[in-house]
């Protein structure tokens, strides 16, 4: 079958480089793609979100299966408008339906979700700014520290949490008033604070069914110690060293399996990934959020673990015979670390050509805010590598992974030199 992967980041170039593995897979197309995905499919030059050119690239390649990679095109309905084109409904689209997308589209969205379905979290509270000063009451309330967080999608970066009531109350009306986060920030949503540590759970539905992927967990942070501003994620570990069985019963138990019976409960029709972000407190689950497809650079250690053939997967997701499929695991651990532009998550050069890539041969290479020119390999964004190991443990894989990057360099590159430090 010919396929056709949406994105043009990390966790893309990871979904490429697994889906080329499978004997199913005749034709590869990513749009708009980047120079590692270039290497193994044909990269087409649309936005995610140009569903109309999306819709022509599709009837000109004869596209079988599409798979959505980030989440604004799920949230604009990209599903729909598929189901809805008489030219279009025959294909296979991997990724939830609009209503359905909300899930990570609405953070307000979300926890009415996990209450009505009482799946474990934060309490909580939303606000706009018509009602500011009973946001201002809301925080007076908590005790320190304050989670504040722009109810609509601003790439993983709409998440404050602040020590001092009198900074939260200043970012709360910067975030409503100033709309700090654009439209994202026009609803505020307010938490209590959990303490302990986070985990990704990632789920695979047919919208009947599930299967649970391995555990990561990333490192949100630019800073080593989990310090500085939220980035898009600096490096990831899988499995989750303290996800002990018994932890990873009760996160099936009350989070997954609510979830997805929730969905069903609630006609939200979903056939795609359900990323869970957990927080370990005590020995207690509790959901911090919901995305509504992989995460980056989760992805990265999470499906080259995956032994099962991907695109095998994603036709009993859409054929609804998720369950008669075994997922095979590779049992060792895998870690990947970000090289980043020298500035992000603020202001950063992009130009920067890449050297080493070539060389590095214990780890793989995957390309993230990179592209092709003129024969070089230059930067292009703010995450531009992901260095993915395998070792027998954690702390072996995550030594491989500092080993390769040692051959690679870029002006101006940056990483953080302790993922896995807090484990």
Known sequence: MNILVLGSGGREHTFAWKIAQSKQCNGLFVAPGNSGTEEIATNLNIAVTDFNAIKQAVLEKNIDMVVVGPEDPLVQGIHDFFLNDEALKKVNVIGPQKAAAQLEGSKEFAKEFMMRHKIPTAAYKSFTKHNLDEGYKFLESLKPPYVLKADGLAAGKGVLILSNLDEAKTELKHMLVEAKFGNASNKVVIEEFLDGIELSCFVLTDGDNYKILPTAKDYKRIGEGDTGLNTGGMGAVSPVPFATPDFLNKIEAKVVKPTVDGLKKDNLPYIGFIFIGLIKVGNEPKVIEYNVRMGDPETEVVLPRLKTDLVEIFKGMSNRTLSDIDLEIDQRAATTVMLVS??????????????????????????????????????????????????????????????????????????????????
């Open 342 to 423: 020298g500035g992000y998550p603020e202001a950063y050069e992009k130009g920067m050509e890449i050297f080493g890539i070539n060389d590095v041969s214990d780890s793989l290479v995957f390309h993230a805010g990179a592209k092709s020119v003129d024969g070089k390999i230059v930067t292009s964004g703010g995450r531009v590598l992901a260095i993915t190991s395998f070792g027998a443990t954690y702390q072996e894989a995550i030594k491989k992974s500092y080993q390769s990057i040692n051959k690679l360099c870029f002006d101006k590159m940056y990483y953080r030199k302790d993922i896995g430090f807090d484990l």
